[in-house]
T-cell receptor, first 115, second 116 residues
Framework: AQSVAQPEDQVNVAEGNPLTVKCTYS??????LFWYVQYPNRGLQFLLK??????LVKGSYGFEAEFNKSQTSFHLKKPSALVSDSALYFCAVRDYPGGYNKLIFGAGTRLAVHP | DGGITQSPKYLFRKEGQNVTLSCEQN?????MYWYRQDPGQGLRLIYYSQIVNDFQKGDIAEGYSVSREKKESFPLTVTSAQKNPTAFYLC???????????????FGEGSRLTVL
């Protein structure tokens, strides 16, 4: 079965510093990987995805993610964090058992950016 | 603007009552989903539907029911059989599953259900 793991419950970073939110995956076949962000009491917003091609994927709000097949990782990164980046971040992998498409989410990582 | 509308945003229920959460989309998406979110547990899939009049159980379907009579609507009923219904419920949609981009889900703003 497809799965993702987010090993950190919370990541703290100072504003202006680079940030990394970690995600590892376990899949059979080629992985389709996603990152979403959630602000308090809101729905999830799509940030970026990896389907195939370049290992470095660029997304919304200056975020990017690096796909590493040998380490089965898909870490989210940003060169310079903003206080407004503080939110809950979810990694997800596409699963399609029996032809039915769905996303499997990690437990989420709370990002706190301090001024 | 196109999007997904969930209602109500907040809902209170007494034990033993059934409640129905509404989800409507005008994105012309074929697939729709219901997820439940609890603190520290991420999102867990309740039900999903790829086309009208068809739906599949997700990982935690017990105590829930859905219908998909129209393409744009996918209501979720939380029944009295659901032992711990207090949670944040999220509805999502996507394009037809067979396309690679189908993995990208569009979410509503959520409905917070509290059982008194």
């Amino acid at each position: 079965a497809q799965s993702v793991a987010q090993p950190e419950d919370q990541v703290n970073v100072a504003e202006g510093n680079p940030l990394t939110v970690k995600c590892t995956y376990s899949v059979s076949g080629n992985p389709y990987l996603f990152w979403y962000v959630q602000y308090p009491n809101r729905g999830l917003q799509f940030l970026l995805k990896y389907i195939t091609g370049d290992n470095l994927v660029k997304g919304s709000y200056g975020f990017e993610a690096e796909f590493n097949k040998s380490q089965t990782s898909f870490h989210l990164k940003k060169p310079s964090a903003l206080v407004s980046d503080s939110a809950l971040y979810f990694c997800a992998v596409r699963d399609y058992p029996g032809g039915y498409n769905k996303l499997i989410f990690g437990a989420g990582t709370r990002l706190a950016v301090h001024p | 603007d196109g999007g997904i509308t969930q209602s109500p945003k907040y809902l209170f229920r007494k034990e033993g009552q059934n409640v129905t959460l509404s989800c409507e989309q005008n994105l012309n998406h074929d697939a729709m989903y219901w997820y439940r979110q609890d603190p520290g547990q991420g999102l867990r899939l309740i039900y999903y539907s790829q086309i009208v009049n068809d739906f599949q159980k997700g990982d935690i379907a017990e105590g829930y029911s859905v219908s998909r009579e129209k393409k744009e609507s996918f209501p979720l009923t939380v029944t009295s059989a659901q032992k711990n219904p207090t949670a944040f419920y999220l509805c999502a949609s996507s394009i037809f599953w067979i396309r690679v981009e189908a993995g990208e889900l569009f979410f509503g703003e959520g409905s917070r259900l509290t059982v008194l």
